[in-house]
C-alpha cells in the first residue's frame, strides 16, 4: 500500500533512541535473506529505512533533474518525429520520479521534506546530471549511454526487498527500454551520416563515456554502504560486478556503428570472457558528487526557480479546493 | 486542511487495466481535489495504454490491517484445508467432480 503514514514518524524517531528489539531485528533479517519483500506498515530496522529513503529519494531527484539536459534540446529536436519522441522521453523521466516519490513517501518522509532536501543540496542526485548537452548528438548519448546504464542498475532493483520501491522499478525499467532504443537509434543516423554528423556522434561518446561509468558508483573497495545494502537486498549486485557488465554490453554497440569507445587500455580479456578497461577518474567523480560539474549551480538553480515560480499555482489550487469543499459542505 | 503542511493532500490511485478486470492499486499522487487528482492519476500512470478507468480515493480514507495482526487474521485458515477440493479423496473412476 502507498500510504505515507506520517504519524509513525514520530514514533520512529522515539525508537531510534531506544537499543531495537534482537528479536524483530533477527526476524526481519531472515525475511530479507529469504528474499521476501518488505512492507511500509511491516517493522523494519531504522538504518534500513533511512538508507531506503536516502536511496529512493536519491534516485528520484537523479529523475527530476535529469529532464534538465535533455529539456534543453526540445525546442530544437531536428524534425517533429525526433520532438515528439523526446518530449515523450522528458514527460516519462518527471513519471519515474513521481513512481519513485510516492513509493519513497510510504517510509514516512514527506514529499516536501525531499523536496527541501534537494532544493538545499542536502540530498543528492546522480553526478552525470552535472554535465552539459552541447550538441543534438548529446541526446542520443544519453539515450543510448545514460540510460542503457540505468537499466543496468535498475534491473536488479526489481527485486529488492522493500516492496513499494520494487514495484516502482518494475515499472520504470519497462519504459526505460525505449529511452535506450531511441538514444542508439540517433547515434546509428548521425554515424551514418555527413562526415560532420560523426564527428558529432563521435564527440558525445567521448564525452558521456567516463560520465556514464561513474554512474555505477566508487569502485566495489571503496563503497563502504555497499555489503550492508546488498545484505538487506536493497542493491544486488556491486558497482564493478553492473560497471563491467555494462562496458561488455556496450562495447559492440559502438563498434556496429563504426564509433570508438574513448579508452586507449579498452581491450577484450579471451580468459575473463570481458573487456579490460582503463581507470575511471574518480577524482572528477568525487568533485561532481561534491557539487562541482559544469552546470551543477545551473541545474540547483533551475529547480529552485521552478519550486518558487509554482508556489503561487499550489497554493491557489489547494485554496479553491478548501473553498470549493468549505460550499459543498454548506450546501448539504 | 491542517496548517502544517501546505502540501496537497495524497490520493492512491487505481487502474482498471482493461474491461473485465477490477481496478489494480498502482501508486499515489498529490493532487488539491479529486478531479486533479485524476489529471495527475491519468498523466502518471497510463502513458501506455495501461488502462481504461481510474479510480483515485484520498490516502487518509484506507483502513488497513495491522502487519502485526496477520496471524490472528490469516493463520487460522492455515489448519482448515477442508475449504479446498483437493481435501476430498474421490476414487479414480468417477469424473466430472
Known amino acids: 500500500m502507498y500510504t505515507t503514514d506520517l504519524s509513525g514518524k514520530g514514533k520512529g524517531k522515539a525508537e531510534k533512541a531506544v537499543a531495537e528489539d534482537p528479536a524483530l531485528v533477527a526476524a526481519f533479517e531472515a525475511r530479507v535473506a529469504s528474499d521476501e519483500f518488505i512492507e511500509p506498515k511491516d517493522w523494519m530496522p531504522e538504518a534500513y529505512r533511512k538508507t531506503l529513503v536516502r536511496q529512493m529519494s536519491q534516485h528520484a531527484h537523479s529523475e527530476i533533474v535529469g529532464m534538465l539536459p535533455e529539456g534543453n534540446w526540445i525546442t530544437r529536436a531536428p524534425n517533429l518525429r525526433r520532438k515528439a ?12 520520479g513521481l513512481y519513485l516519490y510516492s513509493a519513497a513517501e510510504t517510509l514516512g518522509t514527506s514529499r516536501d521534506e525531499m523536496t527541501e532536501a534537494l532544493l538545499s543540496g542536502k540530498a543528492k542526485y546522480s553526478t552525470i546530471f552535472n554535465y552539459p548537452t552541447l550538441t543534438w548528438a548529446d541526446i542520443g548519448a544519453i539515450g543510448w549511454l545514460v540510460d542503457g546504464a540505468a537499466i543496468m542498475n535498475q534491473v536488479p532493483l526489481q527485486r529488492t526487498s522493500y516492496g513499494p520501491y520494487a514495484r516502482a522499478m518494475v515499472r520504470i525499467c519497462k519504459e526505460e527500454s525505449f529511452h535506450q532504443r531511441q538514444g542508439y537509434e540517433i547515434m546509428m543516423h548521425l554515424a551514418d551520416g555527413t562526415d560532420a554528423q560523426k564527428r558529432m556522434a563521435q564527440d558525445a561518446l567521448n564525452r558521456w ?45 559502438a563498434e556496429a556503428i563504426g564509433l570508438t569507445v574513448p579508452d586507449d587500455k579498452l581491450v577484450w580479456n579471451e580468459e575473463r570472457g570481458a573487456y579490460d578497461f582503463g581507470e575511471v577518474d574518480w577524482e572528477e567523480f568525487y568533485a561532481v558528487v561534491k557539487g562541482e560539474g559544469p552546470v551543477a549551480k545551473e541545474r540547483m538553480q533551475a529547480r529552485v526557480k521552478a519550486w518558487e515560480d509554482g508556489e503561487w499555482v499550489r497554493d491557489a489550487a489547494r485554496v479553491h479546493a478548501e473553498k470549493r469543499a468549505a460550499a459543498k459542505l454548506a450546501a448539504e | 486542511m491542517s496548517d502544517a503542511s501546505k502540501e496537497w493532500p495524497l490520493w492512491e490511485v487505481f487502474v482498471r487495466g482493461k474491461g473485465g478486470l477490477s481496478h489494480r492499486h498502482v501508486g ?6 479529486a478531479k486533479m487528482a485524476l489529471e495527475h492519476a491519468r498523466d502518471t500512470y497510463t502513458r501506455r495504454m495501461e488502462g481504461v478507468s481510474l479510480w483515485v480515493l484520498p490516502s487518509a480514507q484506507i483502513t488497513s490491517s495491522d502487519p502485526g495482526d496477520a496471524g490472528a487474521l490469516f493463520e487460522p485458515a492455515e489448519d482448515k484445508v477442508y475449504r479446498h477440493p483437493t481435501f476430498y479423496k474421490i476414487p479414480d473412476g468417477i469424473t466430472h467432480i
Open chain 1, 85 to 96: 519522441i523526446l518530449l515523450a522521453k522528458v514527460q516519462d523521466e518527471a513519471g519515474h
Open chain 2, 28 to 33: 499515489s499522487v498529490h493532487a488539491a481535489d
Open chain 1, 209 to 253: 563515456w567516463w560520465p556514464s561509468l561513474m554512474m555505477f558508483g566508487p569502485p566495489d573497495d571503496k563503497s563502504p554502504n555497499t555489503e550492508q545494502s546488498m545484505r538487506w537486498r536493497i542493491k544486488r549486485d556491486t558497482n564493478d560486478e553492473l560497471r563491467q557488465k555494462f562496458v561488455d554490453i556496450t562495447v559492440p554497440q
